[in-house]
T-cell receptor
Framework: AQTVTQSQPEMSVQEAETVTLSCTYD???????LFWYKQPPSRQMILVIR??????QNATENRFSVNFQKAAKSFSLKISDSQLGDTAMYFC???????????FGKGITLSVRP | GAGVSQSPRYKVAKRGQDVALRCDPI?????LFWYQQALGQGPEFLTY????????KSGLPSDRFFAERPEGSVSTLKIQRTQQEDSAVYLC?????????????FGQGTRLTVV
């Protein structure tokens, strides 16, 4: 079974500040992947960053980085130097099964204040 | 095309009406997924195609939901006798491969409102 949990419904951050979005998961698979997706008001899901479970090094993509704690099954997203364009819903997700269908968390609404 | 295209973007249906939602995936993408996203929630898996073969339809909520991808490219999600609980955003995603690390590209979705 694969579950993804995001317990914070919404967060707010001042422009240029740093914010961390939390995610926990549960899986029975030995090797797996974790993703963070961004969904702006246009509704189009955009991949922000991905992490492979067998890689110990945390993934980084420009202002976005993850804190992957495998033993704790935690996968948080850190956004540095927040920008107004970061305002969106953010979903933590993991592919599961032979088809790699994505299991999503409930999402968190992030608002960046000017 | 440059990305995944879905049409229509908005659809209002009267309860009991049949609807058809279209997805044009990125050319050459083998995998195609349909997801249903209720308001304020994360997307939930409906069905999966690998080329023209529907390999997983475990997420379809009832036999009123039907999906096809006859030539392995364009896909249609059909909902018969729509009900109010079918109101949601329907997202289509495609990916080049089938492995778990393959990035899925999403369309902008179709927002279905059943009145």
């Amino acid at each position: 079974a694969q579950t993804v949990t995001q317990s914070q419904p919404e967060m707010s951050v001042q422009e240029a500040e740093t914010v961390t979005l939390s995610c926990t998961y549960d899986t029975s698979e030995n090797n797996y992947y974790l993703f963070w997706y961004k969904q702006p008001p246009s509704r189009q899901m955009i991949l922000v960053i991905r992490q492979e479970a067998y890689k110990q090094q945390n993934a980084t993509e420009n202002r976005f980085s993850v804190n992957f704690q495998k033993a704790a099954k935690s996968f948080s997203l850190k956004i540095s130097d927040s920008q107004l364009g970061d305002t969106a819903m953010y979903f933590c997700a993991s592919p599961t099964g032979a088809n790699s269908k994505l299991t999503f968390g409930k999402g968190i609404t992030l608002s960046v204040r000017p | 095309g440059a990305g995944v295209s879905q049409s229509p973007r908005y659809k209002v249906a009267k309860r009991g009406q049949d609807v058809a939602l279209r997805c044009d995936p990125i050319s050459g993408h083998v995998s195609l997924f349909w997801y249903q996203q209720a308001l304020g929630q994360g997307p939930e898996f409906l069905t999966y195609f690998q080329n023209e073969a529907q390999l997983d339809k475990s997420g379809l909520p009832s036999d009123r939901f039907f999906a096809e991808r006859p030539e392995g490219s364009v896909s249609t999600l059909k909902i018969q006798r729509t009900q109010q609980e079918d109101s949601a955003v329907y997202l289509c995603a495609s990916s080049f491969g089938v492995r778990g690390n393959t990035e899925a590209f999403f369309g902008q979705g179709t927002r279905l409102t059943v009145v």
